[in-house]
């Protein structure tokens, strides 16, 4: 997968607090940018993989007609 590791760059009053895209997990001091899907922050590559994996499968699924509708089932945002 393609992406970039990137540092959290915050004022030391900033308390913002960042978490995964897709895990929510908070992160701390890097996060992973994936080419795949920009404006997303992930705590790992691996949490970006995951989704890539699940939206694959899901496509799939669609293509053979056994998800109705593509809604929101195997994007996992906002947990
Ligand atoms: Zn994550």
């Known amino acids: 997968m393609s992406g970039k590791w990137l540092p959290f760059e915050l004022a030391w009053y900033d ?3 960042f978490n995964c895209s897709f ?3 908070m992160m701390a001091r890097e996060y ?8 997303e922050m992930f705590c790992e ?17 669609k293509a053979q007609g056994r998800v ?8 996992a945002k906002d947990v």
């Open 68 to 75: 109705a509708d593509a809604g929101q089932a195997g994007e």
């Open 45 to 61: 590559d691996k949490c970006a993989g995951v989704k890539r994996r699940l939206r694959a499968e899901f496509a799939e699924a």
């Open 32 to 39: 992973w940018v994936d080419d795949e899907f920009p404006g």
């Open 23 to 25: 895990c929510g997990i």
């Open 15 to 17: 308390t913002r607090i």
